[in-house]
């Protein structure tokens, strides 16, 4: 069964910008396996780690899939953006699509 999840995805790596057409193949990559994603502006972040505050922005991103898919996805993208860390979280167990 799919939930809605958010992962947030760094918009710097070492202090140099992602580029889009990285950006552009890490969704082409969600899309094969979950289908889809929601886009949201970049956010400013902020979080220890090993004792050193790390300040940046990073890009929310929602997607409609099954805890297998996002585990998947999670571990794509930490390969995908050379990070330590993805943090993503369920934002509801219910997914509904209408369609006519």
């Not at 947030?8 to 790596?13: A, G, I, K, N, R």
């Not at 950006?23 to 004792?51: C, E, M, Y």
């Not at 860390?85 to 006519?100: K, T």
Request: proline letters at 3%; charged letters at 30%; a positive charge.
């Amino acid at each position: 069964m799919k939930k809605l999840w958010e992962l947030l995805v760094p918009v710097t790596d070492n202090k140099s910008r992602i580029g889009k057409k990285q950006h552009r193949k890490w969704d082409a990559k969600v899309s094969k396996i979950a289908g889809g994603l929601t886009i949201f502006k970049p956010k400013k972040g902020r979080w220890l780690s090993d004792n050193v505050l790390f300040i940046e922005k990073m890009i929310p991103v929602r997607i409609a899939a099954t805890v297998e898919e996002i585990d998947v996805i999670a571990k794509m993208t930490a390969k995908h953006y050379n990070q330590k860390a993805v943090m993503y979280y369920m934002v509801s167990e219910v997914v509904v699509i209408y369609e006519e």
